[in-house]
Nanobody, 126 residues
Framework: QVQLVESGGGLVQAGGSLRLSCAAS????????MGWFRQAPGKEREFVAG????????YYAESVKGRFTISRDNAKNTVSLQMNSLKPEDTAVYYC???????????????????WGKGTLVTVSS
């Protein structure tokens, strides 16, 4: 089991920046993918960004490409999401996720993620 705890959410004006962080604990000796998903009110949870165990493969949703940057530090068991040029439509609860794989699996639900944090709210005002 891997436990995930997010931090860094909050209220920001459109055009501003926020940095989300996620700390993993538990069975962190295993290799695992990590990523971020978000869920806006009344909408389904959607993929935001994902990163392979090695960090060599990174993926973004089209809606955040060029604005968000995902990174991980395996020595510290953390993953971060730097969010720039935020828009009101980025408002959502952001969830940190991890999965027992070396690479994201785009043929699996949630791309192979099977561990979830409780989420952190990001609100972008216009």
């Amino acid at each position: 089991q891997v436990q995930l705890v997010e931090s860094g959410g909050g209220l920001v004006q459109a055009g501003g920046s926020l940095r989300l962080s996620c700390a993993a604990s538990g069975r962190t000796s295993s290799r695992y993918i990590m990523g971020w998903f978000r869920q806006a009110p009344g909408k389904e949870r959607e993929f935001v960004a994902g990163i392979s165990w090695s960090g060599s493969r990174i993926y973004y949703a089209e809606s955040v490409k060029g604005r968000f940057t995902i990174s991980r530090d395996n020595a510290k068991n953390t993953v971060s999401l730097q969010m720039n040029s935020l828009k009101p439509e980025d408002t959502a609860v952001y969830y940190c996720a991890a999965g027992d794989h070396l690479e994201l699996d785009f043929n699996s639900p949630y791309y192979g993620m099977n561990y979830w944090g409780k989420g952190t709210l990001v609100t972008v005002s216009s």
